[in-house]
Nanobody
Framework: QVHMVESGGGLVQAGGSLRLSCAAS????????VNWFRQAPGKEREFVAF????????SYAESVKARFTISRDNAENTVYLQMNSLKPEDTAVYYC?????????WGQGTQVTVSS
């Protein structure tokens, strides 16, 4: 069982920045790819960003490219999402996700609210 806990969400004005963290309980986390997803009220959960286990490969949804940066510190079993130039449409609950040994693990989510 792998537990992942997101943190760093909050209320920010448009144009501001936040850094989300996803901390995992098990060392196996550091050997697996990780995704960030988000879900806005009344909408389906959508992909935001991906990072490979080594950190050498990343990818982003078009809507966040050039504004968000995903990174990881495997020594700390933590993945980060740096979010800059935030927009009201970025308001959502943000979740980290990892498929480990064939099972999809999710954190409980952290709320990000961007005011206009």
């Amino acid at each position: 069982q792998v537990h992942m806990v997101e943190s760093g969400g909050g209320l920010v004005q448009a144009g501001g920045s936040l850094r989300l963290s996803c901390a995992a309980s098990e060392r196996t986390f550091s050997r697996n790819n990780v995704n960030w997803f988000r879900q806005a009220p009344g909408k389906e959960r959508e992909f935001v960003a991906f990072i490979s286990w080594s950190g050498g490969v990343t990818s982003y949804a078009e809507s966040v490219k050039a504004r968000f940066t995903i990174s990881r510190d495997n020594a700390e079993n933590t993945v980060y999402l740096q979010m800059n130039s935030l927009k009201p449409e970025d308001t959502a609950v943000y979740y980290c996700n990892s498929r480990i040994s064939g099972y999809d693990y999710w954190g409980q989510g952290t709320q990000v609210t961007v005011s206009s």
